[in-house]
C-alpha cells in the first residue's frame, strides 16, 4: 500500500521569507515523489519530482524539495516566498515497484503569503 | 496555460440530463484520466485509460461513463447525475501509466448538478 501525509492544513508565510510545506510518504518499495500547485479555478500544474539520484530537486517558479529516505519525507521548499506563491499545494507519491497503480495524491496544503 | 483543454468550463445542469464532458491533449500522451475534486480536497480518481483502452474504473457509479474515441480525445457521458455530483471534473494525461510519468491536468470543467 502506498500513502502520502501533508500534516498542515494551512502554512503562512510573510512575503520575501523562507517556506516550507511538508510532506511524508508510505511505500513498500522504492518511490517515485510529485508536488502540485493549484491555483483557484485552475488544473493541479507539476512542479518537481523525485525519480532518483541527487535528493535535492529543482522545479518549477524557484521550488525545490528535498528527499530524505530515511525520514520518509519530501518537503517543498523556497528560499524566498512571493505573495503570487499563494495557492494549494499537493504531494503525490507512487511505489516504483508496484506497476500501473494510480498516483496517490495528499490532502493537500494551502499556503498563504503575505505582504 | 494547459497543453489539456477542457470543455466546457462551466455546465449546469439537471437531474434528468444528459451531458457530455470533452478532454483533448495533442502530447502523443497515450495515458488519459478523469479525476472528480471537491472544493479544497484531492483529486480522486474515476477512470484510466492507457492505449485508448479502460484500464482503470474506481467503481464509479454507471452515470458516469466514459469513452476515449483516440489518442487524443476522452469524453465522460453524464446521465442521471445526483446534486452531490456537482465537483470540478478534471482531465490529465501522461506519456504512460505507472512510471515517473507526471500528470499534465486541464483546467477542469465545474459541474453543478440541480
Known amino acids: 500500500a502506498q500513502s502520502v501525509a501533508q500534516p498542515e492544513d494551512q502554512v503562512n508565510v510573510a512575503e520575501g521569507n523562507p517556506l516550507t510545506v511538508k510532506c511524508t510518504y508510505s511505500?513498500?518499495?522504492?518511490?517515485?515523489l510529485f508536488w502540485y500547485v493549484q491555483y483557484p479555478n485552475r488544473g493541479l500544474q507539476f512542479l518537481l519530482k523525485y525519480i532518483t539520484g541527487d535528493n535535492l530537486v529543482k522545479g518549477s517558479y524557484g521550488f525545490e524539495a528535498e528527499f530524505n529516505k530515511s525520514q520518509t519525507s519530501f518537503h517543498l521548499k523556497k528560499p524566498s516566498a512571493l505573495v503570487s506563491d499563494s495557492a494549494l499545494y499537493f504531494c503525490?507519491?507512487?511505489?516504483?515497484?508496484?506497476?500501473?497503480?494510480?498516483?496517490?495524491f495528499g490532502k493537500g496544503t494551502r499556503l498563504s503569503v503575505i505582504a | 496555460d494547459t497543453e489539456v483543454t477542457q470543455t466546457p468550463k462551466h455546465l449546469v445542469m439537471g437531474m434528468t440530463n444528459k451531458k457530455s464532458l470533452k478532454c483533448e491533449q495533442h502530447m502523443g500522451h497515450r495515458a488519459m484520466y478523469w479525476y472528480k475534486q471537491k472544493a479544497k480536497k484531492p483529486p480522486e480518481l474515476m477512470f484510466v485509460?492507457?492505449?485508448?483502452?479502460?484500464?482503470i474504473n474506481e467503481s464509479v457509479p454507471s452515470r458516469f461513463s466514459p469513452e476515449c474515441p483516440n489518442s487524443s480525445l476522452l469524453n465522460l457521458h453524464l446521465h442521471a447525475l445526483q446534486p452531490e455530483d456537482s465537483a470540478l471534473y478534471l482531465c490529465a494525461s501522461s506519456q504512460v501509466t505507472g512510471h515517473n510519468s507526471p500528470l499534465h491536468f486541464g483546467n477542469g470543467t465545474r459541474l453543478t448538478v440541480t
Open positions: 485509460y492507457s492505449y485508448e483502452k479502460l484500464s
Open positions: 503525490a507519491v507512487r511505489d516504483m515497484d508496484s506497476g500501473n497503480t494510480p498516483l496517490v
Open positions: 511505500v513498500s518499495g522504492n518511490p517515485y
